[in-house]
């Protein structure tokens, strides 16, 4: 079952050029999701907001050469970077 994007994550997602895929990009990244998912166990994490899709795809698959362990060390490093610009965020806002 797919999840619902947070407003957040779409406008990242937006800015990274990912809600303007042709169908044959779609294809690759819904086969790079999966074969991510299926090596790891867990979703493939990128800091949208610092990319663009094709950067995107490339880190697809340079990434699922990696080990476990260094895959597990590299999406955490992404989302420190997701939460450090969120936080960023909303500090300008107040």
């Known amino acids: 079952m797919a999840r619902a994007l947070t407003a957040e994550s779409a406008g990242e997602q937006a800015s990274a050029g990912l809600n303007r ?4 990009e779609l294809a690759t990244f819904t086969e790079l999701n999966h074969a991510y998912l299926e090596r790891f166990g867990f979703p493939f ?6 990319n663009q899709k094709e950067s995107i795809l490339a880190a697809f698959r340079a990434r699922l050469t990696n080990s476990r362990e260094q895959e597990s060390r ?3 490093e992404e989302i420190y970077k997701i939460a450090r610009l969120r936080l960023e965020d909303l500090l300008e806002a107040t």
Not at 21 to 24: A, L, Y
Not at 45 to 50: G, K
């Open 21 to 24: 895929v042709s169908e044959e």
């Open 45 to 50: 994490v990128i800091c949208a907001r610092l």
């Open 74 to 76: 590299t999406a955490l």
